[in-house]
């Protein structure tokens, strides 16, 4: 497919040359340097890859890549901007922790000048771009990629339990009984973790305006029907010994995809690339890639670009290049998603033929196609600063629930009930 006609190579050659010209009047040579670029993996991959395109447009800036594991980086991230010490010129910032970034005033607002990042919004996923607009109105960060929801289930499995892909999606109920039938035909369990269920479940329904804990007004929103029914569906999930008490990204999680042990994962797009490159290659085949149950539409993930306002004056326009060369080079964007399964949020880079291309790992399906149709049609969640506070009360209030049996009602009024406290500071 051609490029878009903003950002063809031609033009794209001339825009960079010209900017590169005027950096090199306005700055010394000695502030040209170095770019520090601080990330967490693979995001620091990604980076690393792109410098050779980088050195073609800057020859005299070297990249310096400050990489940390992902909660790492945040915390430092946050230090940071707090103390001002060690800032880097680039920051990576997760969805998650966006929030807090954004409604503070430690990041540069990419809508005004000299930056006027509004003028790329229509080039990118819609709602990736609201996520990182704050209350006021300033856009604190650049999307790079995203992560359209998927259903990730063993085909294998299945088939040996007699159910069907439409079982699982149908609903939600309909999903937590395939799984009642799976466990008892197979063994197998449905999911990770009842969490699992209650991430997705909190995700939908969510009207404009809100988030997922907090609407525009800092109004705390668990204490509702969309809670309830989240917490009703993980704790019959429970209930039913459907989930294997397994948290992610621990050996036990990636033993259950390996063993066949765990049928179903809800997530972004990207484990499909993680299964296939390290967590449980040896399956090839067996996976297939489904919507998510009941029309769900969620984003699972997402990575973004920022430019500390303290950091050095002298070299944010190369920051500014760097962070559009990121996100807005469609040649970029591609080689990201093919070496680290980063889907990209820059519209021009979906039209690629890549997304038609069948997956081998999901059993030859075209399952980028439909990852590509659920991230046009994801609905803008408003983040709030208080969010990965909230994810951790939520948390703690759901295991209660799990494991102590203490009442939906009562959990989400405690909830509510501290995080109103919270929202107030």
Request: glycine content about 6%; proline content about 5%; overall charge positive.
């Amino acid at each position: 497919m051609p490029h878009h006609p903003r950002w063809n190579r031609a033009a794209r050659a001339v825009a960079w040359a010209w900017a590169a010209a005027l950096v090199a009047v306005a700055m010394p040579a000695a502030a040209q340097q170095v770019l520090t670029v601080a990330a967490y993996p693979a995001v620091d991959e990604i980076v690393r890859a792109a410098i050779p395109r980088w050195k073609q447009l800057h020859p005299s800036v070297a990249i310096q890549v400050v990489s940390r594991q992902f909660t790492d980086h945040h915390t430092a991230m946050t230090t940071a901007l707090s103390t001002s010490v060690y800032l880097p010129d680039v920051m990576a910032l997760e969805v998650g922790y966006l929030g807090r970034f954004a409604q503070g005033g430690g990041l540069d607002d990419l809508a005004a000048a000299p930056y006027d990042i509004a003028r790329f919004r229509a080039q990118w996923v819609p709602y990736a771009y609201q996520q990182a607009t704050n209350r006021r109105g300033q856009v604190v960060a650049a999307p790079t990629d995203i992560g359209p929801g998927t259903l990730l289930y063993r085909a294998d499995v299945l088939d040996k339990a007699g159910v069907s892909e439409a079982d699982l999606t149908r609903s939600w109920d309909s999903y937590v009984a395939t799984g009642a039938r799976i466990k008892a035909a197979t063994g197998a369990y449905l999911m990770a973790h009842a969490r699992d269920m209650k991430d997705i479940v909190i995700r939908t329904g969510i009207q404009p305006g809100e988030g997922l804990y907090f609407d525009a007004q800092s109004r705390v929103l668990v204490n509702s029907p969309r809670f309830e029914r989240a917490f009703t569906l993980a704790r019959e999930v429970r209930r039913q010994k459907l989930d294997a008490k397994v948290g992610a990204w621990s050996n036990e999680w990636s033993e259950g995809f390996k063993r066949g042990s765990i049928a179903t994962q809800m997530t972004g797009a990207w484990l499909a690339g993680h299964l296939n490159n390290w967590l449980a290659p040896q399956t090839s085949g067996r996976w297939r890639a489904a919507p998510l149950p009941e029309g769900a539409m969620a984003a699972y993930g997402g990575t973004f670009f920022a430019i500390p306002r303290l950091a050095s004056a002298a070299k944010k326009p190369l920051a500014w290049q760097f962070i559009q060369l990121m996100t807005l080079d469609r040649d970029v964007q591609l080689g990201a998603f093919k070496s680290q399964d980063a889907f990209p949020a820059l519209l021009a880079a979906q039209d690629d033929g890549f997304f038609e291309q069948p997956i081998a790992f999901l059993g030859g399906q075209t399952a980028r196609v439909g990852w590509r149709a659920a991230a046009r049609h994801i609905t803008a969640v408003d983040v709030h600063k208080q969010d990965a506070f909230a994810a951790e009360v939520i948390d703690t209030e759901l295991d209660l629930v799990l494991d102590r049996g203490k009442p939906i009602a009562a959990a989400l009024a405690d909830a509510e009930r501290l995080l109103q406290q919270r929202a107030k500071r």
